[in-house]
C-alpha cells in the first residue's frame, strides 16, 4: 500500500462547478498534513495547510479526518485557473515530506 | 529574498557521464529533499536530510549520491549506474514550524536530458 494515495483523474468540471479530492495516508503518526498546487511544467507551491479543525481560505475548504486517516479538498465555484495538479503531502513523525501522486483538475468553459 | 535556487534549469548529459544538480537555500532551513517526477507522473523522492552531515534514502535512491556539508546546500549527482535518468528534478527545504507543521518550499527544478 503507498504510503499517500490520491485518485489521479482527470477531474474534468465546468466553470463553476464544485470539486473534492480525497487523499488517504497509512502512517497513523503522521503529524503535518498539506494540499499543494502544481501547473504543468512549473515547481509545486503550497495551496494551504491542514489542520484537524479544518480551514478554510476563500473558494477553498479542507479537512482532516484523523480517524479514517485521509484530508480532502474541496473547491467551489471553479475557475479556470484552477486547472492544475494538486498534491498531497503528508509529513511523519519524523517531518519526512510524503507526496501523493496528484490529481489533476481541468476545468473547461 | 529568502529563497531555494536549483541550477541548471536546463541539462543535457551524455550517457556514461556523472552530472551534479545544484541545491541552495537561504531560509536556514534544517530538512532539504530531492524528488524526482517523469512526465505525467508524481514527485518521488530520492534523498532526504534534515541535518547537517546527514541523509537518508528515499525511495528510488540507486544511481544517486548526495552530500550535505553545509545547511544551505544539498547536490545531487546522478551517476552512470542511474539507468533512465531523464526527468525533471525537484529540490525542496522545510523546517518544522510551531503549531503549524512542516511546509516545503521547492526550487523551480532542473531538466535533465540524456544524449
Known amino acids: 500500500r503507498k504510503e499517500v494515495e490520491q485518485d489521479p483523474g482527470p477531474f474534468n468540471v465546468p466553470e463553476g462547478a464544485t470539486v473534492a479530492f480525497n487523499c488517504t495516508y497509512s502512517n497513523s503518526a503522521s503529524q503535518s498534513f498539506f494540499w499543494y498546487r502544481q501547473d504543468c511544467r512549473k515547481e509545486p507551491k503550497l495551496l494551504m495547510s491542514?489542520?484537524?479543525s479544518g480551514n478554510e481560505d476563500g473558494r477553498f475548504t479542507a479537512q482532516l479526518n484523523r480517524a479514517s486517516q485521509y484530508i480532502s479538498l474541496l473547491i467551489r465555484d471553479s475557475k479556470l485557473s484552477d486547472s492544475a495538479t494538486y498534491l498531497c503531502?503528508?509529513?511523519?513523525?519524523?517531518?519526512?515530506?510524503?507526496f501523493g501522486t496528484g490529481t489533476r483538475l481541468q476545468v473547461f468553459p | 529574498d529568502g529563497g531555494i535556487t536549483q541550477s541548471p534549469k536546463y541539462l543535457f548529459r551524455k550517457e556514461g557521464q556523472n552530472v551534479t544538480l545544484s541545491c541552495e537555500q537561504n531560509?536556514?532551513?534544517?530538512?532539504m529533499y530531492w524528488y524526482r517526477q517523469d512526465p505525467g507522473q508524481g514527485l518521488r523522492l530520492i534523498y532526504y536530510s534534515q541535518i547537517v552531515n546527514d541523509f537518508q534514502k528515499g525511495d528510488i535512491a540507486e544511481g544517486y549520491s548526495v552530500s550535505r556539508e553545509k545547511k544551505e546546500s544539498f547536490p545531487l549527482t546522478v551517476t552512470s549506474a542511474q539507468k533512465n535518468p531523464t526527468a525533471f528534478y525537484l529540490c525542496?527545504?522545510?523546517?518544522?514550524?510551531?503549531?503549524?507543521?512542516?511546509?516545503?518550499?521547492f526550487g523551480q527544478g532542473t531538466r535533465l536530458t540524456v544524449v
Open positions: 525542496a527545504s522545510s523546517s518544522p514550524r510551531q503549531g503549524a507543521g512542516t511546509e516545503a518550499f
Open positions: 503531502v503528508v509529513a511523519d513523525n519524523t517531518d519526512k515530506l510524503i
Open positions: 531560509l536556514n532551513h534544517d530538512a
Open positions: 491542514v489542520y484537524s
